[in-house]
């Protein structure tokens, strides 16, 4: 295996592609771990935590949506949930960039 921790600092930082499309920046990621999670150095690692994270933000989004309807409290955490989704990857993307392991909080380990 080979070290590359500019392709780790990519996949982190490709989540934000989301803010420009709707579901690039959960396919881009997949398909970079996908492709080298056997050839890059911490590639499975950080590419699990990333769809772990994409997933869990995603299963949050849609118990916001009842929320919004029955409380009002759902508006709320959509605006959490945005603010994850710009923090975290930039985070993690920092972390990767000194080579410590990714850290997504709220994440239901899936993978």
Not at 66 to 89: E, K, Q, S
Request: hydrophobic share 55%; glycine share 8%; proline share 5%.
């Amino acid at each position: 295996m080979r070290k590359n921790n500019q392709l780790l600092v990519l996949t982190h930082l490709s989540q934000l592609i989301d803010f420009v499309t709707v579901i690039g920046g959960f396919i881009v990621p997949f398909i970079i771990w996908m492709t080298n999670k056997n050839e890059v150095d911490g590639m499975d690692e950080h590419g699990r935590a990333i769809l772990n994270f994409r997933i869990s933000m995603f299963l949050y989004l849609l118990l916001c949506i009842p929320m919004i309807l029955f409380f009002g409290l759902g508006i709320l955490g959509f605006v959490v949930i945005g603010i994850f989704y710009l923090i975290f990857p930039i985070i993690n993307a920092i972390r990767a960039s000194n080579e410590e392991e990714p850290n997504y909080p709220l994440s239901i380990q899936f993978l």
